[in-house]
C-alpha cells in the first residue's frame, strides 16, 4: 500500500525547533517533488515549501524562508522539515503531499487540487 506517513510534530515554546519527516512507503520519492502544506484551526490548508527533484527548495511563505529547510534522504524514501526559531503563527497541522501526476518540478502556486497523495498530518504547536 502506498502511503505518506508523517512524524515529528508536537508541542514546542517560541523559538524553539522541530524536525518534521515524511517517509514514503510503496513508492519512491525518488525524481519527485514534494510540497509541505501547513493548516492552522479555522484557515485553509497553505502550502509552505516544497523541494524538486534536483533538491532546490521553493518557498511559498515568506515568512518561513530564514527558519524552515527541506531535505530529501533517498536512501531513506523520507523526506525533512527542519523549522527552527518557531513562532506561534507557525502552528498547524503539517502535511506532505506529492503531485496526482508525476512532476520533478514544484508548482509555482501549489493548489490542494493538483495533490493526490497525503500523509495524514502531524500537529505543531508553538505554545509557552
Known amino acids: 500500500q502506498s502511503q505518506l506517513v508523517e512524524s515529528g510534530g508536537g508541542l514546542v515554546q517560541p523559538g524553539g525547533s522541530l524536525r518534521l519527516s515524511c517517509a514514503a512507503s510503496?513508492?519512491?520519492?525518488?525524481?519527485?517533488?514534494i510540497t509541505w502544506f501547513r493548516q492552522a484551526p479555522g484557515k485553509e490548508r497553505e502550502g509552505v515549501l516544497c523541494?524538486?527533484?534536483?533538491?532546490?527548495?521553493?518557498y511559498y511563505k515568506d515568512s518561513v524562508k530564514s527558519r524552515f529547510t527541506i531535505s530529501i534522504d533517498n536512501a531513506k524514501n523520507t523526506v525533512y522539515l527542519d523549522m527552527n526559531n518557531l513562532k506561534p503563527e507557525d502552528s498547524a497541522v503539517y502535511y506532505c503531499?506529492?503531485?496526482?501526476?508525476?512532476?520533478?518540478?514544484?508548482?509555482?502556486?501549489?493548489?490542494?487540487?493538483?495533490?493526490?497523495?497525503w500523509g495524514q498530518g502531524t500537529q505543531v504547536t508553538v505554545s509557552s
Open positions: 510503496g513508492f519512491s520519492l525518488d525524481a519527485q517533488s
Open positions: 503531499a506529492l503531485p496526482s501526476t508525476w512532476s520533478p518540478s514544484c508548482f509555482t502556486v501549489p493548489e490542494e487540487k493538483d495533490f493526490g497523495f
Open positions: 523541494i524538486n527533484m534536483r533538491g532546490a527548495t521553493t
